[in-house]
């Protein structure tokens, strides 16, 4: 960037030279002498969602609503980041059980670990049926 144009149409005069003169092997040089022009440049960055409001505005009226948004809720979080979990197994009945490490975790993790998803995760193994079982006095599930 530089404020003053015909400072560089004077550096665009020098380049066609340096590329003939100076190092060896230089190619792709361009097609001429480039002119002066605006640069536009997009600098990447991640902002905390604190910072950032978004509001609506419809036509010319002033009045800006704010509208609140959730986070993400399609991040994959590692179930052992969330819960304990332990097995056993006798003969060809097996048993596994969930409690979450927090509290605040235990509604998501009724959510998402429902029968048919544990029966889909274990399906290599499982022949019968699953039976989800809440044990909410610990945060627990067992299955």
């Known amino acids: 960037h530089h404020d003053n144009p015909q400072a560089l149409r004077l550096f665009g005069m020098e380049l066609a030279p340096a590329a003939t003169c100076m190092a060896p092997g230089i190619t792709g040089g361009g097609s001429g002498r480039p ?3 605006p640069c536009l440049v997009h600098f990447s960055c991640l902002v905390p969602k604190g ?3 978004a509001y609506l505005r419809a036509g010319n009226d002033a009045v800006v609503k704010t509208i609140q ?4 809720t399609n991040n994959d979080i590692p179930l ?5 979990g332990r097995s056993g197994d006798k003969g060809d ?6 409690i979450s490490r927090e509290q605040k ?3 998501l993790l009724k959510k998402t670990l429902t029968e048919k998803e ?3 995760y274990m399906t290599h193994l499982c022949k019968g049926i699953v039976k989800r079982y809440e044990l909410p006095g610990c945060n627990g599930l067992n299955f």
């Open 105 to 107: 975790y235990y509604p």
């Open 69 to 72: 948004f959730e986070g993400p």
């Open 93 to 98: 009945t097996c048993n596994i059980g969930i």
């Open 51 to 53: 910072v950032v409001f």
């Open 80 to 84: 052992i980041r969330l819960a304990w």
């Open 118 to 120: 544990v029966k889909y």
């Open 35 to 37: 002119n002066p022009s």
